[in-house]
């Protein structure tokens, strides 16, 4: 993002936990307030990205241990003649999906709690620096107007 | 200088060399070289790269490797670089410039030293580097400011403005069904209140999974993932909408319709977006909520609910499911890694059971539709033809539970709501022969007139 930029900027989603970075702006005059804000929403978002890279890393990997693992079983190889990899269909991936969301199931509703809980606190505080940067606008329009 | 590639005997696996330049082509900096050492098919291919030379070596690198090394321009900013030598899957090559990190996939915590000391070589360096190689990774950050041109579309799509049309048809329905006079204004405010509604519980839905929706590829382009609005907006305009929705309802039809839509909202927002990530029993506190707008048109026109409305929302409850669980048996990859509880992932044969359960229970609520005095005889025989292919349907994706039968009920649902809606409508009693219970009926389109004079 330029230097020049007075906003936050958002990239293209993270490859491993498919969330978009934001890198937010500092103004220089940052009140105690926006600097609860800013550090609200980047210990969310290094918290989002630190929970989901995992998860997903761990999807990927026990996805290809279960495909490797049902292969063997079948008495297959994980590459077949022609050098591709050798998948197995929806049906019985389909074990594998129901296995995975189980295992995770308690770790899902811890990471709910956390992210509504967040979700709510940042959005309050969104709220909260919107109305006190309108009350300022607000003050300094009177004051204009006054002279 | 050469930029030679050369081929090393496949011992070393991966290293990284960085050494200066004398003549450089740019005076005060020396141009710093990195040499990135790949195994690729058992052969270890050496890049290298000038930094004003970059592009055009990498087109060329590419066509002789045929693909099986494509420099990855990530452009993923330093908080999360280190985690990328855990993909193994590609091999790629890196680039050091400090803008814009290109990020090596490959063994591990060798190259983890090595990226960082690239980084903090790229750091000091000054950044006299072409603009063309870091366009394309730049171009994808985008300022997360709100022009208020784009602002129509990204509230369309916040509110699922198709799927609020759909709901408000289905209200529409609910209105034109109910067996009183038909009021235009009131019909006009209970649509635009079930509308405002409606609108208001998907923002807030947005709202609050968006780190979920940027996990599943169905969902990964709304606008609170993308940024292009912020949370705050989101729910001020889901408050905008709702609260205005609602006091329409309230006062400009009757309570009961209003209470209804706070109901409806609550249910949906509350119950159901949070039941998602808990217990399968989503579906159907989903499928609740997807009947009571009819049952909402029908108290607008009439004020109470009787068992024309139960049965109005008895149909929509019922076509949720085939709806729903068709649609459910494709994702069952991105809900299982997203951590939603849906019956296609948990229990697949519940699933199927359920769908074509609902599917014959059309059938049977289309049968009592004439006993409740709401349609004539007609309609349940115009209706049996698609009833039966739905259930038709229904029922081989119960056998088979593959995709194409699932993607085939699933399409076949969006077709047969509306024109069973529509068969309803045409073959409803018409209110004065209801009171008049002597005449037969005339036709089920001359019916259909005599009610919409007011």
């Not at chain 1, 292969?71 to 296995?99: C, P, W």
């Not at chain 2, 408000?168 to 038909?182: D, K, N, W």
């Amino acid at each position: 993002p330029p230097a020049h930029s007075h906003s936050d900027w958002i990239g293209p989603p993270d490859k491993h936990s498919n969330l978009r970075p934001v890198i937010f702006y500092v103004p220089p005059e940052e009140s105690a307030l926006e600097r609860r804000l800013r550090e609200a929403r980047q210990e969310a978002q290094a918290s989002n990205q630190r929970f989901w890279a995992w998860h997903n890393r761990a999807f990927r990997q026990e996805k290809e241990e279960f495909i490797y693992s049902r292969l063997k079983a079948k008495g297959l190889e994980v590459r077949d003649e022609s050098g591709q990899k050798a998948t197995l269909n929806a049906e019985e991936m389909a074990d594998f999906y129901k296995d995975f969301l189980s295992k995770n199931f308690k770790k899902h509703l811890q990471y709910n709690r956390d992210w509504y809980k967040r979700n709510f606190r940042i959005t309050f505080l969104m709220g909260q620096v919107a109305l006190v940067r309108a009350l300022r606008w607000l003050r300094r329009r009177k004051k204009n107007v006054e002279q | 200088m050469s930029a030679a590639r050369r081929c090393r005997p496949p011992r070393a696996l991966t290293g990284l060399f960085v050494w200066r330049l004398r003549n450089t082509s740019v005076p005060q900096i020396p141009c710093r070289f990195v040499h990135l050492y790949h195994m690729a098919n058992k052969r270890l291919i050496t890049f290298q790269y000038f930094n004003f030379l970059k592009r055009m070596y990498v087109t060329q690198c590419n066509k002789d490797l045929s693909q099986q090394a494509k420099p990855k321009t990530d452009s993923i900013v330093s908080p999360f670089h280190e985690l990328q030598q855990l993909d193994q899957e590609k091999k790629s090559v890196h680039n050091i410039s400090p803008v814009s990190p290109v990020h090596q996939l490959g063994s591990e915590t060798s190259s983890r030293n090595e990226l960082r000391e690239m980084k903090s070589a790229a750091e000091t360096e000054d950044s006299v580097i072409p603009v063309g190689a870091e366009s394309k990774e730049d171009r994808q950050w985008k300022e997360m400011k709100l022009r208020l041109d784009d602002l129509p579309g990204i509230l369309a799509r916040l509110s699922k403005i198709k799927l609020t049309a759909l709901v408000v048809s289905t209200t529409s329905t609910g209105f034109a069904m109910a067996p009183v006079p038909f009021e235009l204004t009131c019909f006009l405010l209970a649509s635009l209140g079930t509308g405002l509604a409606s609108c208001a519980a998907n923002s807030i839905n947005q709202f609050f999974e968006v780190p979920f929706d940027s996990n599943m590829n169905r969902t990964k382009n709304r606008p609170l993932v993308r940024g292009q609005i912020s949370p705050l907006l989101a729910v001020c305009f889901a408050a905008s909408c709702g609260i205005p929705g609602i006091a329409l309802l309230t006062l400009g039809v009757n309570p009961l319709t209003g209470a209804l839509g706070a109901f409806n909202i609550f249910l949906y927002t509350c119950c159901y977006t949070p039941l998602k990530r808990m217990s399968i029993a989503n579906t159907w506190v989903g499928a609740v909520v997807g009947a009571i707008p009819p049952m909402m048109g029908w108290t607008a026109a009439t004020g109470s609910l009787d068992a024309g409305a139960l049965l109005l929302g008895g149909i929509l409850y019922s076509w949720q499911f085939p709806h729903f669980n068709a649609l459910s048996w494709g994702l069952r990859e991105d809900y299982s890694r997203g951590g939603y509880c849906m019956m296609s992932v948990t229990h697949p044969e519940l699933c199927r059971r359920v769908a074509l359960r609902h599917c014959l229970a059309l059938i049977g609520l289309s049968a009592v539709a004439p006993v409740l005095d709401i349609t004539t005889w007609t309609f349940p025989i115009v209706s049996l033809p698609i009833n039966l292919y739905i259930s038709y349907l229904g029922f081989r994706f119960y056998r088979d539970a593959n995709r194409s039968s699932s993607r085939k009920l699933f399409f076949c649902s969006l077709w047969h709501l509306p024109m069973l809606l529509l068969v309803m409508f045409t073959c409803k009693k018409s209110v004065l022969e209801n009171e008049d219970k002597g005449d037969l009926p005339r036709g089920s389109h001359e019916t259909a007139m005599e009610i919409r004079l007011p």
